[in-house]
């Protein structure tokens, strides 16, 4: 069945540096969804791409969809302690699946 | 607003026993959800409810039952607990299914089976 890979599973920046995650499907996807989940709580919704090579950007945050609808990336620039948590990306095909994650960890 | 309420907040059981986990939303959502969240395997939908009277299975719901009350409330139930099922379970919400909707989660029910 269909399957939404992330990578990488985690990632340790000091503080300023740059982040990125990845999500990867085997079959295109209708839509993407982004969620960040702080530790210990739950996962809350950040944007939804839709549309083929589409980019989206919320302040430091800038979201991408693949040309192809098979993947997509979130890129953070200049990390702040703010940042810290998993990212999930959720793909839409046939049915809707959450990426495994990607834990951040910022280092003052 | 409260948006999606949680009970209880963390649960531990004895192998073999039973509960439900109650989840109720007040921002008039058609479709309710639960997941359970394990380390490494992101969230996994147990069942999920489209619309009120209606549910259906998720990727995993064996040892799992759902009632959708109404359309505001949607418990989840394991009858007879395994060591396997602990996990941290969230119910989410959203306006309808089909993925184009964002889930609204609540703040999550930890359980430990012992």
């Known amino acids: 069945g269909q399957q939404v890979m992330q990578i990488p599973q985690y990632q340790h920046v000091q503080e300023g540096e740059d982040f990125t995650t990845y999500c990867n499907s085997s079959t295109t996807l209708s839509n993407i969804q982004w969620y960040k989940q702080r530790p210990g709580g739950h996962p809350v919704f950040l944007i939804q791409?839709?549309?083929?090579?589409e980019v989206k950007k919320q302040k430091r945050l800038t979201f991408q969809f693949g040309e192809a609808k098979k993947n997509s990336s979130l890129h953070i620039t200049a990390t702040q302690t703010t940042d810290v948590g998993t990212y999930f990306c959720?793909?839409?095909?046939?049915?809707?699946?959450f990426g495994t994650g990607t834990s951040l960890t910022v280092i003052p | 607003n409260a948006g999606v309420t949680q009970t209880p907040k963390f649960q531990v059981l004895k192998t073999g026993q039973s509960m439900t986990l109650q989840c109720a939303q007040d921002?008039?959502?058609?479709?309710m959800y639960w997941y359970r969240q394990d380390p490494g395997m992101g969230l996994r939908l147990i069942y999920y409810?489209?619309?009120?009277?209606?549910?259906d299975k998720g990727e995993v719901p064996n040892g799992y039952n759902v009632s959708r009350l109404n359309k505001r409330e949607f418990s989840l139930r394991l009858e007879s607990a395994a060591p396997s099922q602990t996990s941290v379970y969230f119910c989410?919400?959203?306006?309808?299914?089909?993925?184009?909707?964002?889930?609204?989660f609540g703040n999550g029910t930890r359980l430990t089976v012992t």
């Open positions: 921002m008039n959502h058609n479709s």
């Open positions: 791409l839709v549309k083929s090579g």
């Open positions: 959720a793909g839409s095909g046939n049915q809707f699946y």
């Open positions: 989410a919400s959203s306006v309808r299914t089909g993925g184009y909707s964002p889930l609204h």
């Open positions: 409810s489209a619309s009120e009277g209606t549910t």
